[in-house]
Every structure is written in C-alpha cells, then in structure tokens.
C-alpha cells in the first residue's frame, strides 16, 4: 500500500514569492491533516479536512495561508507572499475517520526555506 | 485546554541500557495518548498509543508506556537499546475533539 505522497521535497524560494505545496494521502482515507513543524518543535495542525470541507482551519494564517481539497482526494496548501518564519517543514497526514484514536499516516513533509 | 510536556529535549543512552523518555500531559477530559518517532527526513510513524481500558500498551520495535493518570503521565520505554532506535520522538494527548497536540519532541542518541 502507498503511503502518503508529498511534493517537492524541498523548496527554497526569497521572501514574497508564493510557494504551492501538494499532497496525495492514503486511498480511502477520508481526513486529511497539514500540519507545520518548526526547527526542533512537533508538528503544530494548520488545516483538517474530512473529505473536502475543511472542518478546522483556526489556527491557518488566512492572511497569507491557503489550501484546497477538490473531490475530497488530493490537496493544495499555498503561501503567498512567503515570510521568512515560513521557513518549516510541512507535514500531510491522513486517516481513515477523523476521530482523533484512528492513527494518522504521516508523508515525508516539504522542507521549506524562506531567503 | 490540553497541553503535552516532555521532558528532556536530548536523552542519550548506551547500546544494549534501558530507554526512557518522559512525557507528562494536561487534559480537563480522559485523554488519548500517542508516541510517534520520526528518522531523519521522514514523517512521524505512530509506535503506540492509548485509548481506554489496559494502562500498559505495548508498540512496535519492542517500545512500550504506561497511562498513570494520578502523575498525567505517558512515558515511553524499552529495555534494550538499538542503534537503530536514533530518533525524535514525539509524545501527543488528543481529545474528542478530534484535534492532536504534539509535545516538542525528545531526540534520542544511542553510544556504541
């Protein structure tokens, strides 16, 4: 079984530019988390969906902070304009239900780096 | 509110001695616990978590913690220590709300 996938792996951009990170979870999985870890902290949630209606985006900068799940599936967190405390790994995760003791599989993350 | 402290941003042990990472968490409802470990340049991959009923709950790679909810303790142990445990972990406490909190993470080194 795939894990989940994310892409790039890395990106490095100067500040203002806008970035646009993607992510495809585990088939079947109808809740999808993006979460960001700073350097030397856990991962902190910015969005959850259960399928595509994000259900908790209170702690997503809206201001600059923006992400999408069409048909439920793959999804879309964007920055635009970047700030260099943008810089962070970004994390996707997935699980079958949103009740929080279903375990959530994690991708590899985007490793982003503001200049 | 919940919250999840662990202690000890850097636990160093020797091959083959006794693994312990501490968390303590805060929650006003009974909490679901959970560690994660993440390698170098991966994603967190949970290793145990609780839910309700037996306080001892056993993981993968021999890991184990014990729910003592007198101390609102979850830490984490195992009685070996590998090289190939080098780590961070991460213990998190979550709620009905469907929300997970992550504490800040404990990086474990392993000396030959």
């Known amino acids: 079984e795939a894990g989940v996938v994310q892409s790039p792996r890395y990106k490095i951009i100067e500040k203002k530019q806008p970035v646009a990170f993607w992510c495809n979870p585990i088939?079947?999985?109808?809740?999808l988390y993006w979460y960001r870890q700073n350097l030397g902290q856990g991962p902190e949630l910015l969005i959850r969906?259960?399928?595509?209606?994000?259900?908790?985006d209170s702690q997503l900068p809206k201001d600059r902070f923006s992400a999408e799940r069409l048909k439920g599936v793959d999804s879309t967190l964007k920055i635009q304009p970047a700030e260099l405390g943008d810089s962070a790994v970004y994390l996707c995760?997935?699980?079958?239900?949103?009740?929080?003791?279903?375990?959530?599989?994690f991708g590899p993350g985007t490793r982003l780096t503001v200049t | 509110a919940q919250s999840v402290t662990q202690l000890g941003s850097h636990v160093s042990v020797s091959e083959g001695a006794l693994v312990l990472l501490r968390c303590n968490y805060s929650s006003s409802v009974p909490p679901y616990l959970f560690w994660y470990v993440q390698y170098p340049n991966q994603g967190l991959q949970l290793l145990l978590k609780y839910t309700t009923g037996a306080t001892l709950v056993k993981g993968i790679n021999g890991f184990e913690a014990e729910f003592k909810k007198s101390e609102t303790s979850f830490h984490l142990t195992k009685p070996s220590a590998h090289m190939s445990d080098a780590a961070e972990y991460f213990c998190?406490?979550?709620?009905?709300?469907?929300?997970?909190?992550f504490g800040s993470g404990t990086r474990l080194s392993i000396r030959p």
């Open positions: 998190a406490v979550g709620s009905s709300a469907s929300k997970i909190i």
């Open positions: 995760a997935s699980s079958l239900e949103v009740r929080v003791y279903y375990e959530q599989y």
């Open positions: 969906y259960e399928n595509e209606e994000a259900v908790d």
């Open positions: 088939s079947g999985h109808n809740t």
